[in-house]
């Protein structure tokens, strides 16, 4: 009750509230269904977000484990998965256009559904209250109506992959003419019209939460948690929903037009095109235009992926290095570099669609400035280390992996940023093997990190470290060798998305290569069941976590072991130092929480915060 | 400020600072505004791309359009001091002038709608000929989708103002929905310029 004393009518009111709260919870618990379903807690939502994302990840695996046995062995007898196929099995061979529909139905979740929903809904939820010091959300209402958007659009998407005609099949950038005409591909009729559907719930889902997120971050901190005492978590989720308010609606006009194009006959991205010798009535649409509309989305988007994923390895390594994060304003400085970038470089995915060599020169300068930000923030993650008294839990494992796959992904990107070499790459195995080392297994660690991080937050119980061990090293190992091979199959020519590398006579030497992939891909997949278990098991089963297991100095260890709806019981806690005290000189112990004030720490203070205390002091002495 | 000693009085030499914020509905409001201004900022600019490409047939815009902005600009007005009144607590006029505002923006529905007559009326058609015609229908028709939306929001907060629930101490609604309101305004005034200009 000590900093109370400033305004006592502030304080008296903040500490009501917190008193209803506490009340509310102890006393009458809500049914099942306001607690568990329709809840307005960002707790619950973030663990709905998560177990979503979970469900959808195993989803999108399964399909990519389907497709690497038809890549890796073309001549295998695929009737064993007839029970779950059904007629997309013809005779023992997966039919090709099912494999298209399973390659854009891949990328279609992972990006969106698990990296997208599963990452920012699951962290920016659970994080952004606990780790600011507020009871919830701007909006409880809002973010409760955010899950129920993504779950809608969930439902269709998955109805999508058990329509007869098969789910869309012109690639997760579904670019028309192949989207738009139902004639194209069978997955383009019915299954695109459910693509379409799904994402506008989903962008609406997504805008809810990302609205829900910045108005938090900015009017919900609590006392003295100015913006450079913000965790780098927070900075990172701040931006990305900064970045999902501005892409994502223009995804909804390129797919409003496409919806026009598709139902109501209007030519926006058709233009003259013949089927079987007719001519279609449409004219002067420009495919292009979807283009440019779409990637203006689609490149924000990978960043919408990868800032959180990049802001929870900031703190995970800051807290196992046992050192303040290496440049903290350099980060601050670097996620807002990248976000302004990620808006002006859009047009790198389009060199070769025969645009102004000129345009291309300006975009690929623009792109290759990205490598500036992100090179700070990769030294700014080995500085970290450098030195420390690090603690390899699991989730710091999986954080150094992210760092990992962000160098040598990132390094690819240098290449791929070229307009001149990408005549040579654009749309080969090269450029998967980029985005899948930089964006999606980067993001996917960092997605694990977190929930080994923050589950004994969430649940109250610890995951089994041993298990994370092995989970970590046979993802580790099983992604490089599922990856780096690409690179050599995307040099040599091989285009992706092609259903055979049999067919032509310039890559069947290949055939020993995808082989060796699909088997590392198989392997890799079915580790992800070791966490599954882990997860689910330790839920009820796990080692009960203690208050702080990680001795991290942020807000959300100074709450209840399990925190009820409001997070902490009575007032919220003041803030009034940065979050990175860990290891300083002259403290009793390496880590000092963000709750305790200067003048505690007399021994420790630096130079600065000396004078702080004691100007407060004097202030102190004149009021 | 306050002479209470606590006991702890190494504690009391630190002072948190409230931090800077404003009412968080507000400001989801005006991130919401913004998320709208980039779906009008992305179709814009995908006119201007795709006229740029040539194969563009060139057509008068519909002379109702300056009576249906005067009726829209009007209608901010009435809003507006609705809220002014709100704001005195003459919930008399409140009622009126939001009533008013309604009803101004079912008339700018209506003539917007009476414009669309127009254009069949000079064969530009939502489908069939050049995609300039096609633009101009999604561009006011998506208005006209926030407009509907902005109008069930005046009702609502109406039947609040029935109901005693709009005065100067519960003013928020209201202003969110004036703020709502002229947002549109200034959205559709946008868009007139700039079809006059591109057009």
Redesign the interface.
């Known amino acids: 009750?000590?900093?109370l004393?400033?305004?006592?009518a502030?304080a008296v009111d903040t500490h009501a509230h917190g008193h209803d709260h506490h009340d509310d919870h102890d006393h009458e618990e809500g049914t099942f269904l306001t607690k568990y379903i329709f809840s307005e807690d960002h707790k619950v939502i973030a663990k709905q977000f998560l177990i979503s994302g979970i469900f959808w990840a195993i989803i999108g695996g399964t399909l990519s484990t389907i497709f690497r046995i038809q890549l890796g062995f073309p001549n295998t007898d695929m009737s064993f998965l007839k029970p779950i196929l059904g007629g997309w099995i013809e005779g023992g061979k997966l039919n090709p256009e099912f494999y298209l529909a399973m390659v854009t139905m891949h990328g279609t979740i992972m990006v969106f559904f698990v990296l997208t929903a599963g990452l920012s809904g699951t962290f920016s939820n659970f994080l952004i209250p606990l780790q600011i010091g507020a009871r919830d959300m701007?909006?409880g209402f809002?973010n409760m109506l955010s899950y129920w958007f993504f779950f809608a659009s969930s439902v269709i998407m998955l109805c999508s992959l058990f329509i007869e005609t098969g789910p869309a099949s012109g690639g997760w950038v579904i670019y028309p003419p192949l989207s738009a005409l139902p004639q194209a591909a069978p997955g383009s009729g019915t299954g695109m019209t459910m693509w379409l559907f799904a994402m506008a719930l989903f962008i609406v889902s997504s805008?809810l939460g990302?609205?829900?997120y910045?108005?938090?971050v900015?009017?919900?901190?609590?006392?003295?948690?100015?913006f450079t005492r913000l965790p780098l978590t927070i900075w990172a989720f701040f931006f990305t929903a900064i970045i999902g308010?501005?892409?994502?609606?223009?995804l909804?006009?390129?797919a409003?037009?496409l919806m026009?194009d598709r139902s109501?006959?209007?030519?926006?991205y058709l233009s003259e095109i013949y089927i079987n010798g007719e001519a279609l009535?449409n004219?002067?649409?420009?495919a292009i235009?979807f283009q440019?509309?779409f990637w203006?989305l689609g490149h924000p988007e990978v960043y919408i992926v990868l800032l959180p994923a990049l802001g929870i390895t900031s703190e995970i390594i800051a807290v196992n290095s046992r050192k303040p994060i290496f440049g903290y304003k350099a980060m601050i400085g670097s996620i807002m570099a990248i976000t302004l970038l990620s808006f002006i470089v859009w047009a790198h995915h389009m060199f070769v669609t025969g645009m102004n060599p000129f345009l291309g020169s300006i975009f690929m300068f623009l792109t290759l400035i990205i490598a500036i930000p992100s090179a700070v923030k990769a030294f700014n993650y080995i500085t970290t280390l450098w030195r420390g008294n690090i603690v390899f839990t699991p989730g710091m494992l999986f954080s150094i992996g992210l760092v990992s796959f962000f160098i040598s992904g990132g390094l690819t990107g240098v290449v791929l940023g070229n307009s001149a070499i990408d005549i040579q790459l654009h749309d080969t195995y090269f450029v998967v093997a980029h985005f899948h080392l930089v964006m999606g297994s980067a993001s996917f660690f960092g997605m694990v990190a977190g929930v080994y991080h923050w589950f004994p937050k969430m649940f109250g119980r610890m995951l089994n470290e041993k298990l994370g061990y092995i989970h970590f090293w046979m993802t580790f190992i099983g992604v490089y060798c599922v990856f780096f091979p690409l690179h050599y199959t995307g040099i040599a020519g091989f285009p992706r998305r092609y259903y055979s590398f049999t067919s032509y006579d310039a890559f069947k030497t290949f055939g020993d290569l995808n082989a060796f992939v699909s088997t590392a891909a198989i392997v890799t997949f079915v580790a992800q069941f070791l966490f599954v278990f882990n997860f689910f098991y330790s839920i009820f089963r796990g080692r009960r976590a203690p208050m702080n297991p990680w001795r991290a100095n942020t807000l959300e260890w100074t709450t209840p072991i399990n925190p009820g709806h409001g997070n902490w019981v009575g007032e919220i806690p003041?803030?009034?130092r940065w979050p990175y005290d860990y290891s300083k000189p002259g403290a009793e112990e390496d880590f000092i929480l963000q709750t305790t004030?200067?003048?505690?720490t007399l021994s420790s203070n630096l130079e600065g915060e000396v004078d702080l205390?004691e100007e407060?002091?004097a202030s102190?002495a004149h009021? | 400020m306050s002479s209470y000693k606590s006991p702890m009085v190494e504690q009391e030499s630190d002072v948190a600072q409230p931090t800077l914020g404003m009412n968080p509905k507000k400001f989801s409001m005006w991130l919401f505004l913004l998320s709208v201004v980039m779906i009008f900022a992305s179709l814009t600019s995908g006119y201007i791309v795709r006229k740029s490409e040539g194969n563009w047939v060139d057509f008068e815009l519909p002379p109702i359009f300056w009576v249906t902005t005067i009726i829209l600009v009007l209608s901010s007005v009435t809003h507006h001091i609705a809220f002014y009144q709100a704001k005195k607590d003459n919930l008399d006029q409140v009622k009126g002038w939001m009533i008013i505002t309604s009803l101004l923006g079912i008339g700018f529905l209506v003539t917007q709608f009476y414009a669309w007559v127009y254009l069949v009326g000079i064969n530009v058609y939502f489908v069939g000929n050049n995609v300039a015609g096609s633009f101009l229908y999604v561009l006011t028709g998506l208005h006209a989708l926030h407009l509907i939306s902005a109008i069930i929001f005046v009702l609502i907060i109406t039947v609040k103002t029935f109901q005693f629930k709009v005065h100067s101490k519960n003013i928020l609604g209201i202003e969110l929905s004036t703020t709502y309101w002229h947002f549109l305004d200034a959205l559709w005034i946008y868009l007139f310029a700039f079809l006059l200009f591109f057009h």
């Not at chain 1, 004393?5 to 006592?8: K, V």
């Not at chain 1, 900015?218 to 100015?226: A, V």
Request: charge should be positive; hydrophobic fraction near 50%.
């Open positions: 009750m000590a900093n004393d400033h305004n006592p502030i701007a909006s809002l805008l990302s609205i829900n910045v108005s938090t900015i009017n919900m901190r609590t006392k003295g948690m100015t308010i501005l892409s994502f609606p223009v909804l006009s390129a409003l037009l026009f109501m006959g209007t030519s926006f009535p004219v002067g649409g420009s235009l440019h509309l203006f003041h803030v009034y004030p200067f003048s505690a205390v407060t002091n102190k009021a």
